[in-house]
């Protein structure tokens, strides 16, 4: 079975949204005994006005919920991020337009199904000010990144707690201080400050 699954919802910044300076998508999943759980997790800065240097980070959370039924081999369950894309919306917001290619073989001798996928209508798309999950939080994770300037602009935003250091994060990020420092001031780093963390080519 191999499915494309649409998916689009409106994200609200309230405040004025000029630009986008980088986006970015990852998804994080359970697999429960008749459904998937998970959540859509957009991350990136933007600034509100032309003339503006500051970066503004955001961060938003989409709880989404796949129905399974039992002809599906559970074990093989693929889901995977096809496309993203977004619009700006009355200076305020942003449309997100999310693709995701759901994978999983079907039971011998037993009749085809649909799947069907229903978002969580209870919660809203909350607006994060916590950290981010590390890496080694998520079970299942991908990132994917948005053409810029005609480059691809691919990283994480991290937020410091008490106990870390810039070398602790440069260990669990793989990558050095004259790194970092190319994206962030490392002169006066303090718990609960985000920071970029570039990607590493893979």
């Known amino acids: 079975m191999n499915n494309i699954i649409p998916f ?12 986008i300076l980088s986006i970015s998508l990852e998804r994080e999943y359970k697999i429960e005994n008749d459904s998937i759980n998970g959540n859509l ?10 003339v503006s ?5 955001f961060s938003f959370k989409i709880p989404f919920t796949i129905e399974l039924t039992d002809n599906i081999d559970k074990e093989a369950i693929s ?7 977004y619009d700006i919306k ?12 759901f994978n999983a073989p079907t039971l011998p001798k037993e009749e085809r199904i ?23 939080e998520i079970t299942h994770k991908e990132e994917i990144s948005i053409q810029k300037d005609e480059e691809f602009v691919s990283y994480e935003v991290h937020t410091i707690k008490n106990d870390e250091t810039i070398d602790l994060i440069c260990s669990i990020y793989n990558t050095d201080k004259s790194e970092l420092a190319e994206y962030n001031d490392l002169t006066n780093i303090t ?11 893979e």
């Open 53 to 57: 240097a500051n970066e503004i980070p």
């Open 114 to 136: 649909d799947v069907d996928f229903i978002p969580v209508p209870e919660e809203e798309p909350i607006e994060e000010k916590e950290e981010i999950p590390h890496k080694e």
């Open 79 to 85: 889901l995977e991020i096809n496309d993203f894309s």
């Open 8 to 19: 689009t919802k409106e994200l609200d910044f309230h405040t004025k949204v000029n630009e």
């Open 191 to 201: 718990p609960g400050m985000k920071i970029i963390i570039p990607a590493k080519d």
């Open 41 to 50: 997790l957009i991350t990136g800065d933007y600034k509100t006005h032309e």
């Open 90 to 101: 009355d200076d305020s917001k942003i449309v997100v337009h999310i693709e995701l290619s």
